[in-house]
Structures are given as structure tokens and as C-alpha cells.
């Protein structure tokens, strides 16, 4: 099965880019000729293009690409058949992207565990980066949120499978209350923004480290992960979180006997499997 998003045409109609993942892993970026309907590939990587945007002259296309659940923004020349070189934005999770009118200038949103949801504009002739807006945060300063990082385990099988893991303001990765928190879908992804994790923060807040996993089954990391669960297999996912748990102890992160877990929708099936 493959899926083709995203359609963007060209200022004179002739083509369109779209986001297609048919015969690969990932999804990547591909061009069609409207009147042959032949189309051929113009950016590929490694992780799944998320996004694209053309600007109203037709010459940049801009694409946001899902890097182990960070976004990374990539403006691609068309016509000189290279990438350019760009101020980069603050690490996290990006969407909505668009160009003005006229201009070179991007806009997207920008998230992540001590940032808001806000606007950032990229002015490509300024070579300049800012924030447009300025979410309220209620009273709360950056230094009241945590930021994620990134880890890995080995599964039953040895499959690796991605974790983010929040720990306490002034404390270190070691011998701490423990939360694990499953994702919904199955087809979907814990990523690092603050958008719908203020419960997460919460938790972290009074003390309690939160670890979100990957587990097989989740999207963001190909084609072939995310059916590694599929019908028979779909047990072999909470093994993935037994996994988890194993790790989080012997690696001294976690106080085994405070652990515990919770998920809503597929998550909610996750945490009562558990």
C-alpha cells in the first residue's frame, strides 16, 4: 500500500510536487508532468518528507522532514539543483509551512518541550530568521518546562526502538519515579513539542520522569516499522514496552517499584495490556 499527499503545482499549472512513499520506506518528494502523468523523484532522505511548499515563483520548494522525531526544514533550489544555506531554527517540532505572496519568505510553527506553538518567518533575502508571534504561557517561564532527549533500547527481538525521556528540573536520570506514556493510533508518534503535553509537564514538574516510546507500529520511522505490529504481531508492541521497562531499571533510571503507565485511544489498549 502507498500514499500520495501533498500536491503543490507549479505558478503555470504544467507539473505538481506531491509527497509520495510508494515503493519506498519513506515518504519523499516527487514530481508529476500533467501531460504525460510520468513523474520522477526530486528529494529523497533517509526519514519521511512531512510537508512541502512551493513560493509563488516556483523556483524554491521547501520541505519539513521528520528526523527521528525532530523536524528538520530544508529549502531545495530548483533551478540551480541544490539545497540552500539557511539560518536554521530552534530544535524541535515544525508544521504549517507556507510562503507569502511575494517574497522570499517561509512560514511555519515552531514546538517543542519548553516552547509554545508559535509563527517563525524565514526571510531567504534578509538571510534572517525571527519570531513572529508570542504565545502566552500562563505565568510559566521556560525554566518551569523540560525539554526531551532522545534514546533508544533493544526490544526481545533486537529491534531498536526509539524513547524520549523528560527527567525533573535539578535531578539526575537515576533511580526516579518513572510514567510511560504510550501514544494513540497505532499509526502514530510521540514527538518533543509542547502541544498537548501539559499533563507530561505536570508530571515532570512534581517530580515524576516521563519516558514516551516509539514502539513498534509507530510511523516516522518507515514503511516497514510501523507494520511490524500488524494483526498476529500486535502483542509483540507491549513486549516492546516489557522491553522498555527492563531497560529503564538495569540502565538505573527508573526505581522499579514506582513505574507506571498510561495512554489514551490505542494508548489506553496499551496501558490496560501492560
Partial sequence: VSAATHPVFTPDSSAFYFITDENSDFFRVARCDVATGK????????????????????RYLAALVNEDGYSSLYVYDLQDKAFCNLPQPPKGVFGSVSWAPEGLRLAFTVTSGKRPQDVWVLDMQKDALRRLSC?????????????????????????????????????????????VSI?????????????????????VSQGIAVVEPNVRGSTGYGKRYSHLDDVEKRLDSVKDIEA????????GVADKDRIGVMGASYGGFMTLSC
Fill in 39 to 58: 513523474y520522477e523523484d526530486v528529494l529523497t532522505f533517509p526519514w519521511d518528507v512531512e510537508e512541502i511548499a512551493l513560493s509563488p515563483c516556483g
Fill in 135 to 179: 504565545s502566552m504561557a500562563e505565568g510559566l517561564t521556560a525554566d518551569d518546562l523540560t525539554e526531551a532527549t532522545k534514546h533508544s533500547f533493544q526490544s526481545f527481538d533486537g529491534l531498536e526502538v526509539p524513547y524520549f525521556l523528560y527527567v525533573p528540573h535539578g535531578k539526575e536520570a537515576k533511580n526516579l519515579p518513572v510514567m
Fill in 183 to 203: 501514544h494513540g493510533g497505532p499509526e502514530g508518534q510521540s514527538r518533543p513539542g509542547l502541544t498537548g503535553k501539559e499533563l507530561l509537564q505536570y508530571y
Fill in 244 to 251: 522498555l521497562v527492563k531497560h529503564l531499571v538495569e540502565t
